[in-house]
Structure formats: structure tokens, C-alpha cells
T-cell receptor, first 109, second 117 residues
Framework: KNEVEQSPQNLTAQEGEFITINCSYS?????LHWLQQHPGGGIVSLFM???GKKKHGRLIATINIQEKHSSLHITASHPRDSAVYIC???????????FGKGTKLSVKP | DAGVIQSPRHEVTEMGQEVTLRCKPI?????LFWYRQTMMRGLELLIY????????DSGMPEDRFSAKMPNASFSTLKIQPSEPRDSAVYFC???????????????FGPGTRLTVT
């Protein structure tokens, strides 16, 4: 079993829809990261959180430490949101990231 | 700041050749990470350094892989000899590290796409 599980693997949405991507993990963590990888391949950090909720523009990330679960929400989705969204965790005193397999999002106009 | 710089961006080489990938972290960052991304396995850690010292190299697949960080502004990942199964995108990332108090957001380089024929 992977230490970080994401769902769904693939997601197709119509422009304007509200999108949710889920991440569950089975290890102790110091922080959870949401990353975005565009078709060109570059990886950008969207959020790093260890509790509660963070918001940046149309993106919202939440985490429930007790349930070992996080969600990434995109409101009013747009075709430019099309990318792979990767959940990753960093644990304890270790700084390295353990990655989920990613969710490939495609937003159609 | 220019961000994390990796070179080359693309590398095509023949099996058996030596390959050297280079990374310049963001100035002031004291943690550096090498990751590999393949279709089959996704992103996985190869090795990471804290203050130029290798902390965890358990992800290095075998002795053909080696990494160095001679100073705070430069790191190399070397594969010798290279094999077709090494074909992947190799990412370097850097962050601030505060020891036991935690690590910070990681900034990724653009990656090096390696193809071994």
C-alpha cells in the first residue's frame, strides 16, 4: 500500500465547475504539500500545511490531521487549471517528500 | 532570484556513457533534494543534503548513481554507466531547513529529461 494515496487518478471537468481532489496518508507527517505540474513538466508548490485550511485565489487546501486526509478544492475551474496535482507529505525530522501518484485534471471550455 | 537552476534541460546519451546532471539551489537555502520522475513510479526521492551533507541516500537505486554537494551553491548527480532504465526526468529542489523545528516549502527546478538509448 502506498503511503500517500490520491483520488481520483483522472478528472475531467467543465469550465466553471467546483473541483475536489483528495489525499490520504498513512505515515506521521510534519506537513502536507500540494504541488502542481503543468504539461510542460515544471513543478510548482501550491500549498504547504500542517493544520486547518489555506486559501490562495480560487484554490483552497484543507487538512484533517486526525483522519490523515487532505483535500484540494478549485472553485470556478478554468482550462488553465488543467495540470497534474500532486499530494506529498514530509514526515517528522525528515525533510524529503513522499509523493502520491498525482491527479490529472482536464478542464474543458 | 532565478529560482533553482538545472542543467542540462535535456540529455540524450547511449547506454554505458557517464551522465552528469547539475543543480544550483536558491541562494540561502540549505537543503537540496534530488528526485526522479517516471511514468511507472511517479516522483521519488533519490538523495537529499542538509548544509551540504548527505542526510538520506536510501533512494539512490544502485552504485551507478552518486551525488555530491561540494558547496552551498552547487550539486551534481552522476550516473556511471547509464542504462536505458535510467531514462526519466530528474528534478532538483531546494528549501530552507531549520533542523528539528521543521522544513519549509520546496522549490523545484525545471528538471532534466534524460534519455538513455
Amino acid at each position: 500500500k502506498n503511503e500517500v494515496e490520491q483520488s481520483p487518478q483522472n478528472l475531467t471537468a467543465q469550465e466553471g465547475e467546483f473541483i475536489t481532489i483528495n489525499c490520504s496518508y498513512s505515515v506521521g507527517i510534519s506537513a502536507l504539500h500540494w504541488l502542481q505540474q503543468h504539461p510542460g513538466g515544471g513543478i510548482v508548490s501550491l500549498f504547504m500545511l500542517s493544520s486547518g485550511k489555506k486559501k490562495h485565489g480560487r484554490l483552497i487546501a484543507t487538512i484533517n490531521i486526525q483522519e490523515k486526509h487532505s483535500s484540494l478544492h478549485i472553485t470556478a475551474s478554468h482550462p488553465r487549471d488543467s495540470a497534474v496535482y500532486i499530494c506529498a507529505v514530509s514526515g517528522g525530522s525528515q525533510g524529503n517528500l513522499i509523493f502520491g501518484k498525482g491527479t490529472k485534471l482536464s478542464v474543458k471550455p | 532570484d532565478a529560482g533553482v537552476i538545472q542543467s542540462p534541460r535535456h540529455e540524450v546519451t547511449e547506454m554505458g556513457q557517464e551522465v552528469t546532471l547539475r543543480c544550483k539551489p536558491i541562494s540561502g537555502h540549505n537543503s537540496l533534494f534530488w528526485y526522479r520522475q517516471t511514468m511507472m513510479r511517479g516522483l521519488e526521492l533519490l538523495i537529499y543534503f542538509n548544509n551540504n551533507v548527505p542526510i538520506d541516500d536510501s533512494g539512490m537505486p544502485e552504485d551507478r548513481f552518486s551525488a555530491k554537494m561540494p558547496n552551498a551553491s552547487f550539486s551534481t548527480l552522476k550516473i556511471q554507466p547509464s542504462e536505458p532504465r535510467d531514462s526519466a526526468v530528474y528534478f532538483c529542489a531546494s528549501s530552507l531547513a531549520m533542523g528539528a523545528s521543521g522544513y519549509y516549502e520546496q522549490y523545484f527546478g525545471p528538471g532534466t529529461r534524460l534519455t538513455v538509448t
